[in-house]
């Protein structure tokens, strides 16, 4: 089994930053991509960021530009550095990552933090 465990969310004023950090621990022996998802109230959960093991990441348009994700395979970890933040940022932001252990590769999520961005 793999644990996810996310941390960093809180309140911010628009314009501010946060960043977001998940860790993952249990059988790993490597994490061949980690994303970031959120979901605000009523509506349907949406991928922000992605990252794959060779570096390569993606975001959705509403974040291009502002936010930032990254890895550190020695510590199991990713992150996601939010800048520029608007009340639209407001959501539960969760860690999704594809873990393979023995040649076997499961998803796996954290439980989500909040992010509330509000003057």
């Known amino acids: 089994q793999v644990q996810l465990v996310e941390s960093g969310g809180g309140l911010v004023q628009p314009g501010g930053s946060l960043r977001l950090s998940c860790v993952a621990s249990?059988?790993?022996?490597?994490?061949?991509?980690m994303g970031w998802y959120r979901q605000a109230p009523g509506k349907q959960r949406e991928l922000v960021a992605s990252i794959g093991s060779g570096g390569t990441t993606t975001y959705v348009d509403s974040v291009k530009g502002r936010f930032t994700i990254s890895t550190d395979n020695a510590k199991n970890a990713g992150y996601l550095q939010m800048n520029s933040l608007k009340p639209e940022d407001t959501a539960v932001y969760y860690c999704?990552?594809?873990?393979?252990?023995?040649?076997?590769?499961?998803?796996?999520w954290g439980q989500g933090t909040q992010v509330t961005v509000s003057s």
């Open positions: 249990g059988r790993i022996h490597n994490i061949n991509a």
């Open positions: 999704n990552a594809d873990v393979e252990f023995w040649s076997i590769r499961s998803q796996y």
